[in-house]
């Protein structure tokens, strides 16, 4: 028999350890904004004990590319990260840019040599839209292998998405419907939108990841219609809200024990176990 308190299997589907200097130049943005209370440090081992502490067990890293030509040496690092004997178990992530000279190649790499499991398409900070017709191949190739894509939509430097930036999405899953897209963020703050587009498309997923120091609102009838679609998220290092933060707001939503332990991490492991390479 189970404890009641028995720790659910925690995965942190939305953290950025990125690599040396870019890692320091994207806490540098936060740090010169000021006014933020960062609730993890930049380093890669300290940020995973601290998650460790609060209950997570796994966590997926994304990189992302704000360039072309910058991929292939962000997605080495992810791997090496994975590789490196934190405190967590490590999800590598890949990323690409519609403008790189081949990305499905890059992301065929990372995915068939270096064992990745998830992509990452930061629209905003690369300046793209996911109908890219750059992308093309690689949505054929995602959804061929079934790899689970976190895309953080909009063109926004604030991080926010707004109506319009949503409904490629929407297309998006209509052209590759077998594409596991997960909508970063839940599209805040158009979490409506979002959740429209994960309710017309029954391979659509979002997370429910905070914009720094904002929690993603999803009413709870919506959040137990979609429980098998949304997962558990922190954008740690740089955000204000930490995993017991985020796991506090996600158990406010009156889930099941089954639908909450899907959306803190089985959803996440379901997708990352129906990779096909
Ligand atoms: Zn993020």
């Not at 999405?169 to 596991?180: C, I, K, M, Y």
């Not at 429209?196 to 905070?210: F, G, K, Q, S």
Request: hydrophobic share 45%; aromatic share 4%; with cysteine.
């Amino acid at each position: 028999m189970h404890a009641p308190d028995a720790a659910p299997d925690v995965v942190d589907s939305h953290v950025h350890l990125l690599p040396g200097r870019l890692g320091e130049k994207v806490r540098g943005i936060f740090e010169d904004l000021g006014g933020y209370d960062l609730a993890y440090p930049a380093d890669h081992a300290a940020v995973c004990e601290r998650l460790a502490s609060e209950g997570v067990r796994t966590i997926w890293t994304l990189p992302y590319a704000h360039r072309p030509d910058v991929a292939v040496s962000l997605n080495e690092a992810a791997v090496a990260t994975a590789r490196s004997g934190l405190a967590v178990q490590v999800v590598a992530g890949a990323t690409v840019h519609p403008q790189d000279t081949d990305p499905v190649s890059i992301l065929r790499r990372a995915v068939e040599d270096s064992g990745a499991r998830v992509l990452k398409l930061h629209c905003s900070v690369g300046d793209f839209g996911p109908l890219d017709v750059g992308l093309e191949a690689v949505w054929d190739y995602v959804e061929a292998v079934r790899l689970p894509v976190v895309v953080h939509a909009g063109r926004a430097v604030d991080g926010v998405s707004g109506h319009d930036d949503l409904a490629p999405l929407d297309e998006l899953a209509r052209r590759h419907p077998e594409a596991r897209v997960i909508i970063a963020h839940c599209g805040h703050d158009h979490e409506a939108d979002a959740l429209r587009i994960v309710a017309a498309h029954p391979n659509v997923h979002a997370d429910l990841t905070p914009v720094v120091n904002r929690l993603v609102q999803v009413p709870p009838a919506e959040a137990r219609t979609w429980s098998r679609r949304l997962l558990f998220g922190t954008d740690a290092p740089n955000t204000e809200l930490g995993a017991a933060a985020c796991r506090a707001h996600v158990e406010s939503l009156g889930l099941e024990p089954d639908a909450l332990a899907a959306v803190l991490g089985g959803n996440a492991r379901r997708l990352v176990s129906e990779v096909r390479s």
